[in-house]
């Protein structure tokens, strides 16, 4: 297992609600990037956060934002949730500026009704 | 716009046959390349990285870089059932970001 967590691990939330993802990056980790997958597709880049600062961003709209707080967890933002919505939220810590790979939490199941 | 492309399969295999996963990646510029596993309803988990041309071995994997193709492969020797898993190919562009392909099905058969 890696040292990433993620809260909750399921939600169910209906169309036009708000919901905030959390994540917790491994010890050391400095970079979190956060990746929406839908089923059966590979994962897609939302955005990352380094030192508490959005660090490039995905071809998603604003109503997708983002949080860094400075021991480095995260929390992801979604606002006027949509049927599209409905995916895994993956967020993924590592260590920017080096070869180092990154490392998944567990996900978090989003469900929009 | 930055492509990491990959078969979608499914692939098919003999239980102890040699798994062949292929993946083209768009920007010259990426430096690093990981392949991922993810079984159903779980996180993807990293399997191998490779940053240099040529191969690299991890006892039943071994991973291929073409840099100058923009390829990158993954073999399974001796595949298991429980190998049977979707993988993921991931690519580290210039600025840190890392793109992932669709995935590959991979399914071993006893």
């Known amino acids: 297992e890696t040292g990433v967590t993620q809260s909750p691990t399921h939600l169910i939330k209906t169309r036009g609600q708000q919901v905030t993802l959390r994540c917790s990056s491994q010890s050391g980790h400095n970079t979190v990037s956060w990746y929406q997958q839908a089923l059966g597709q590979g994962p897609q880049f939302i955005f990352q956060y380094y030192r508490e600062e959005e660090n490039g961003r995905g071809n998603f709209p604003p109503r997708f934002s983002g949080l860094q707080f400075p021991n480095y967890s995260s929390e992801l933002n979604v606002n006027a949730l949509e049927l599209d919505d409905s995916a895994l939220y993956l967020c993924a810590s590592s260590l920017a500026g080096g070869w180092l790979e990154q490392f998944f939490g567990p996900g978090t199941r989003l469900t929009v009704l | 716009q930055k492509e990491v492309e990959q078969n979608s399969g499914p692939l098919s295999v003999p239980e102890g046959a040699i798994a062949s996963l292929n993946c083209t990646y768009s920007d010259r510029g990426s430096q690093s390349f990981f392949w991922y596993r993810q079984y159903s309803g779980k996180s993807p988990e990293l399997i191998m990285f490779?940053?240099?041309?040529g191969d690299k071995e991890d006892g039943r994997f071994t991973a291929q870089l073409n840099k100058a193709s923009q390829y990158v492969s993954l073999l399974i020797r001796d595949s298991q059932p429980s190998d049977s898993a979707t993988y993921l190919c991931?690519?580290?562009?210039?600025?840190?970001?890392?793109?992932f392909g669709p995935g590959t099905s991979l399914s071993v058969i006893p």
């Open positions: 490779i940053y240099s041309n």
């Open positions: 991931a690519v580290k562009d210039p600025h840190d970001k890392v793109i």
